[in-house]
């Protein structure tokens, strides 16, 4: 039912349009009548309507000057004008303002339906497109958060929202009742929070990228919780960061969390809100960076980043089981770098990380699961299918290269083989190429002295500006910066 407010300073007027029309079988509610401008106002600041019918002339406030203030105040809706007469000048304003109809009274009946009939259709027209546009919106920050997303892609999505985003950005997902999520959904609404998977709410879970600092989006929360009722809820909250292609790596947090929460209950503590980064405080600890010394792939400075984090979680005296949910969740990003640790290898180390006891005993384990990682230099996790793509990969990584010419060699189904790598590796197969062309690329840097130029090329990027947003992505550092730094000494894991 689309919302009708009506306007009229005569009682009589306004009984006799509640009763003029079947309005509900037309697709309408009459869900406020005014006898002024100002209580109409007054509504419309509380209430969103879709049609507005009101007289012309009343006390204080015309009905043109009622529908100027609200397209000010920013409220949108389509409008019938109401008047004793046919007067040009009102005619002329009202045209200027968008008013569907001008209608003299006494009122027709069947003007007035007919153009009842007309304002329905275009509403039915709207919701159409909206919801089609919402169904385009909510694909593309799915597409974001698992990084299958462009940088055009990107700019499409800024302009499908309401304002244009420039971050930070904090992914969050909420699970809980219907009724709280709905509530979760129109407190992040109402701050204009607009990039937002409503559609699974249904589902009990609502993701939300937030656009704004750390701290705001942490104040922010903190008055939520007082509109939410019962416990029947819980927010995860992942890494802030400022480049939007860094977001699937805080989005990957936020999954980690929840794959604990299935399996391994006792790594985390029981509270409705869950921050990725574990912490009594408000520090962040340094996943994203942790992210990106793996892939620069320096034994040094993993262990650096390694340092840094169990040097915060000492300096903020973490309680046991949130160190022992930090080294669970860098011990998932180790392995899915590392495909030379087995699946008994990963039961075996997350045994050890929910006996652990000591920070100091935790950071010692790392220090074993990375040699353990340089003594076994061969893939042994993958099956048999997903090994023969890799080496597809590893062999024809500067070739223009796509998973449907493996899946035609390999005589499979793209989606199937798709699917099976995403799996296996955990990777999509475009991210795993990336990250195969950025490591040769990285050999390139360090054993030649070949140009940006020749190497972005020799490694299957035709666009060298491309090449060096994508270096920098998942190393953090330049091509050049990772030349300076590391080609006086570098050892690989």
């Not at 919801?131 to 593309?140: V, Y």
């Not at 993701?207 to 029947?232: A, C, F, N, P, V």
């Not at 809100?273 to 574990?278: H, S």
């Not at 390694?306 to 046991?320: M, N, T, Y």
């Amino acid at each position: 039912m689309y919302k009708v407010l009506l306007v009229d300073d005569e009682y009589m007027i306004l009984e006799g349009l509640k009763y003029i029309l079947p309005w509900q079988e037309l697709g309408f509610d009459i869900v406020q009548t005014a006898k002024s401008a100002k209580e109409a106002l007054a509504y419309l600041s509380q209430h969103p309507i879709d049609l507005l019918i009101t007289d012309i002339t009343m006390p204080e406030m015309s009905g043109i000057e009622l529908v100027e203030n609200a397209q000010q105040q920013g409220h949108r809706f389509f409008t019938i004008i109401l008047s004793g007469y046919q007067e040009f000048e009102y005619v002329k304003k009202g045209i200027a303002l968008g008013v569907k109809n001008y209608l003299v009274k006494p009122v027709d009946k069947e003007e007035l339906k007919t153009t009842l009939l007309q304002i329905r259709q275009e509403l039915d027209e709207q919701a159409a497109w909206q919801k089609q546009q919402k169904i385009f919106q909510e694909t593309a920050v799915l597409r974001w958060v698992h990084d299958e997303m462009n940088e055009a892609e990107f700019h499409t999505l800024q302009n499908q929202v309401a304002q244009r985003v420039t971050g930070p950005f904090t992914p969050l997902v909420a699970q809980g009742s219907f009724e709280n999520l709905q509530k979760i959904q129109n407190y992040f609404d109402a701050r204009r929070q607009m990039l937002s998977i409503t559609s699974h709410i249904s589902e009990n879970s609502y993701l939300l990228i937030y656009e704004g600092s750390h701290r705001q989006l942490l104040l922010d929360i903190h008055h939520l919780e007082e509109k939410l009722t019962s416990t029947s809820w819980q927010l995860i909250i992942g890494e802030t960061v400022t480049e939007w292609e860094t977001l699937y790596t805080s989005y990957e947090k936020i999954k980690q969390i929840q794959s604990l929460q299935e399996f391994y209950p006792d790594l985390l503590p029981v509270k409705n809100i869950l921050k990725v980064e574990m912490s009594a405080k408000e520090e962040e600890l340094p996943f994203l960076s942790f992210n990106k010394a793996l892939m620069i792939g320096d034994m040094a400075t993993i262990r650096q980043e390694l340092d840094q984090v169990f040097d915060e979680l000492l300096k903020i005296q973490a309680r046991p089981e949130h160190v022992r949910t930090v080294s669970f969740l860098l011990f998932i990003d180790l392995y899915r770098y590392a495909p030379v640790l087995t699946p008994e290898d990963y039961e075996r180390i997350v045994a050890k990380i929910r006996k652990s006891e000591t920070i100091l005993e935790l950071r010692r384990l790392f220090d074993q699961i990375l040699e353990v990682i340089k003594e076994q230099p061969q893939n042994k996790r993958y099956s048999d299918t997903i090994q023969k793509v890799v080496s597809i990969i590893h062999k024809q990584s500067g070739e223009d290269l796509s998973l449907k010419t493996i899946a035609e060699e390999l005589h499979l189904s793209v989606v199937y083989l798709g699917q099976l790598f995403k799996k296996e590796t955990d990777l999509s197969f475009n991210q795993y190429l990336n990250q195969v062309r950025i490591k040769k690329a990285q050999e390139m840097l360090l054993e030649t002295q070949q140009t940006i130029n020749e190497i972005s090329e020799a490694v299957g990027y035709n666009n060298t500006n491309y090449f060096s947003k994508m270096f920098k992505k998942l190393n953090g550092l330049t091509p050049k910066e990772f030349r300076d730094i590391y080609e006086k000494g570098y050892e690989g894991i």
